[in-house]
């Protein structure tokens, strides 16, 4: 019997903890190994590759999260099976599969080329931000990978993890910190605890210390990466769970278990307040086991959350949508 919407959905959101858990593991990891004298000098000579050589980086600093979509694509193509296909046929889920193994591969390739490429973009935001400010090479260095808490002993705040966005948004708040702008009261994913110290300093004209300012961004800086990571969370799993159902199915068709004419691939949005409109018009669409979906903007998806024909981010990133299979059995039965 296949998996009903809310036992899809049930797994989504543990693979979704997983990959973001994973994430977030190797963000740490990046600033546990942060040199800051190099860094401080590094930022003090402008050298983009020697900055993220001593904040932490390295060629496998994301493979926790690469590891973790590994496992989310293989569980996912196991439970679509276990699902969809009869125990009578005995099949199991081949993650081994060259076609599974290059969709990994290319996947995870894109997606760390990608956060690598922000993650310069970001580090540039805040360079920028301090020589416009005058803020000497120390102050950034610790923008950029954080400043140990004295509660944990490890680094908290910093921009690593965030994108330029949200590597903006922090130095746009430590400047409405600065200068007693009240605007900052704007930020949804400020800590508000914060915020009586912050009308005091602005009610009475008086400066923030930097000390106070640096825990005060710091910890808006936490959220921006939690929201990030969570963000990252849902739309790999997503990709992941959908790429690993049809997968699964083209090795029914593959195994000669039911030819492709007897697959049906629906497509299921969540038709709330939150769905992105070129989706909600796909509610219901039917298409064979290799047909695109076909957005209500026009861009081709072969599911929810594929960009491999040209869809954009926007039609990817925290996407809640699903693909429902159907196999007609009957038509399984006659052709055997």
């Given at each position: 019997?296949?998996?009903?919407?809310?036992?899809?959905?049930?797994?989504?959101?543990?693979?979704?903890?997983?990959?973001?858990?994973?994430?977030?593991?190797?963000?740490?990891?990046?600033?546990?190994?942060?040199?800051?004298?190099?860094?401080?000098?590094?930022?003090?000579?402008?050298?983009?590759?020697?900055?993220?050589?001593?904040?932490?980086?390295?060629?496998?600093?994301?493979?926790?999260?690469?590891?973790?979509?590994?496992?989310?694509?293989?569980?996912?193509?196991?439970?679509?099976?276990?699902?969809?296909?009869?125990?009578?046929?005995?099949?199991?889920?081949?993650?081994?599969?060259?076609?599974?193994?290059?969709?990994?591969?290319?996947?995870?390739?894109?997606?760390?080329?990608?956060?690598?490429?922000?993650?310069?973009?970001?580090?540039?935001?805040?360079?920028q931000a301090g020589l416009v400010t005058?803020?000497?090479?120390?102050?950034?260095?610790?923008?950029?990978?954080?400043?140990?808490?004295?509660?944990?002993?490890?680094?908290?705040?910093?921009?690593?993890?965030?994108?330029?966005?949200?590597?903006?948004?922090?130095?746009?708040?430590?400047?409405?910190?600065?200068?007693?702008?009240?605007?900052?009261f704007t930020r949804q994913r400020r800590?508000?605890?914060?915020?009586?110290?912050?009308?005091?300093?602005?009610?009475?004209?008086?400066?923030?210390?930097?000390?106070?300012?640096?825990?005060?961004?710091?910890?808006?800086?936490?959220?921006?990466?939690?929201?990030?990571?969570?963000?990252?969370?849902?739309?790999?799993?997503?990709?992941?769970?959908?790429?690993?159902?049809?997968?699964?199915?083209?090795?029914?068709?593959?195994?000669?278990?039911?030819?492709?004419?007897?697959?049906?691939?629906?497509?299921?949005?969540?038709?709330?307040?939150?769905?992105?409109?070129?989706?909600?018009?796909?509610?219901?669409?039917?298409?064979?086991?290799?047909?695109?979906?076909?957005?209500?903007?026009?861009?081709?998806?072969?599911?929810?959350?594929?960009?491999?024909?040209?869809?954009?981010?926007?039609?990817?990133?925290?996407?809640?949508?699903?693909?429902?299979?159907?196999?007609?059995?009957?038509?399984?039965?006659?052709?055997?």
């Open positions: 019997m296949p998996a009903t919407r809310r036992e899809i959905l049930q797994l989504l959101e543990r693979l979704e903890e997983s990959i973001r858990a994973a994430y977030m593991a190797d963000v740490f990891d990046i600033t546990d190994r942060a040199q800051i004298a190099a860094l401080e000098r590094a930022v003090a000579a402008g050298d983009e590759a020697a900055i993220l050589r001593a904040a932490g980086f390295r060629p496998g600093s994301w493979t926790q999260m690469t590891e973790a979509i590994r496992n989310s694509y293989i569980e996912a193509g196991i439970a679509t099976v276990a699902a969809d296909v009869p125990f009578r046929f005995g099949m199991d889920f081949d993650w081994r599969n060259p076609r599974a193994e290059a969709w990994l591969r290319q996947h995870s390739s894109q997606l760390v080329t990608l956060i690598n490429a922000e993650q310069r973009e970001a580090i540039q935001e805040v360079l005058g803020r000497n090479p120390r102050n950034v260095a610790l923008d950029i990978v954080g400043r140990v808490s004295p509660q944990t002993g490890r680094r908290a705040g910093g921009i690593v993890g965030l994108n330029a966005p949200q590597a903006q948004a922090a130095m746009n708040a430590r400047g409405e910190l600065e200068n007693l702008n009240s605007n900052y800590d508000r605890r914060f915020d009586s110290i912050v009308r005091k300093a602005i009610a009475t004209e008086t400066a923030l210390p930097q000390t106070d300012i640096n825990r005060i961004v710091g910890r808006y800086e936490d959220r921006l990466l939690e929201l990030r990571g969570t963000t990252i969370g849902r739309t790999e799993a997503l990709a992941s769970l959908n790429e690993a159902s049809d997968e699964s199915l083209r090795q029914v068709v593959d195994q000669g278990l039911a030819p492709p004419s007897a697959i049906e691939r629906i497509w299921d949005a969540t038709m709330d307040a939150r769905t992105r409109p070129s989706h909600a018009s796909m509610e219901g669409q039917n298409r064979g086991l290799n047909e695109p979906f076909v957005t209500g903007d026009g861009a081709l998806m072969m599911h929810p959350g594929d960009t491999s024909l040209g869809a954009g981010a926007g039609d990817v990133i925290n996407c809640r949508c699903i693909v429902k299979h159907k196999i007609d059995f009957v038509a399984v039965e006659l052709a055997a």
